[in-house]
T-cell receptor, first 110, second 112 residues
Framework: KQEVTQIPAALSVPEGENLVLNCSFT??????LQWFRQDPGKGLTSLLL?????REQTSGRLNASLDKSSGRSTLYIAASQPGDSATYLC?????????FGKGTRLSVIA | NAGVTQTPKFQVLKTGQSMTLQCAQD?????MSWYRQDPGMGLRLIHY???????DQGEVPNGYNVSRSTTEDFPLRLLSAAPSQTSVYFC???????????FGPGTRLTVT
């Protein structure tokens, strides 16, 4: 059974700092990995999708990497801003629909 | 193109009542799924469908029923609501398991 773990559970950083969020998964037989953002009381916004054959994806200040063999992904956020404050969820797609981690709650302090 | 829509946005039920959460997508996606989100538990898969007429159970299927008669719609039925089903419910769709999943805005359900 696939299990997805996100570390840390919560993170507080000053504005402007570069930061890394971590995601690990137990079964490397995946199709893809997707990073989402969720604001309090809101739905999920898809940030990046990495296919199993890819090593990384970039969108603006966000860069996600995937090391399938070691079961790890990282989400790098450059020059963080208070508007980046949210919960970030990692989810792995394989032979069933997505399996989610519990998320990292990020606070960026102005 | 509305994407994935869910109704209602909010619902309060009494224990034992039944109801149907609606989910529709207009992207002609074959795959649709239902998740519930609880504090400290993340999102967990309830049921999913790989096409019209085909459904399967996820991690937490007990107390929920689904059917898929059309490509567009994937309703989730609560047969006899229990307080443990208080949660936020999200519906998602995609072209397939190897493709990006698109999520609806969610339904916040409270069972008293």
């Amino acid at each position: 059974k696939q299990e997805v773990t996100q570390i840390p559970a919560a993170l507080s950083v000053p504005e402007g700092e570069n930061l890394v969020l971590n995601c690990s998964f137990t079964d490397s037989a995946i199709y893809n990995l997707q990073w989402f953002r969720q604001d309090p009381g809101k739905g999920l916004t898809s940030l990046l999708l990495i296919q199993s054959s890819q090593r990384e994806q970039t969108s603006g200040r966000l860069n996600a990497s995937l090391d399938k063999s070691s079961g790890r992904s990282t989400l790098y956020i450059a020059a963080s801003q208070p508007g980046d404050s949210a919960t970030y969820l990692c989810a792995v797609g394989s032979s069933t629909p997505l399996v989610f981690g519990k998320g990292t709650r990020l606070s960026v302090i102005a | 193109n509305a994407g994935v829509t869910q109704t209602p946005k909010f619902q309060v039920l009494k224990t034992g009542q039944s109801m149907t959460l609606q989910c529709a997508q207009d992207m002609n996606h074959e795959y649709m799924s239902w998740y519930r989100q609880d504090p400290g538990m993340g999102l967990r898969l309830i049921h999913y469908s790989v096409g019209a007429g085909i459904t399967d159970q996820g991690e937490v299927p007990n107390g929920y029923n689904v059917s898929r008669s059309t490509t567009e719609d994937f309703p989730l039925r609560l047969l006899s609501a229990a307080p443990s089903q208080t949660s936020v419910y999200f519906c998602a769709s995609s072209r397939g398991l190897a493709f990006e999943q698109y999520f609806g805005p969610g339904t916040r359900l409270t069972v008293t």
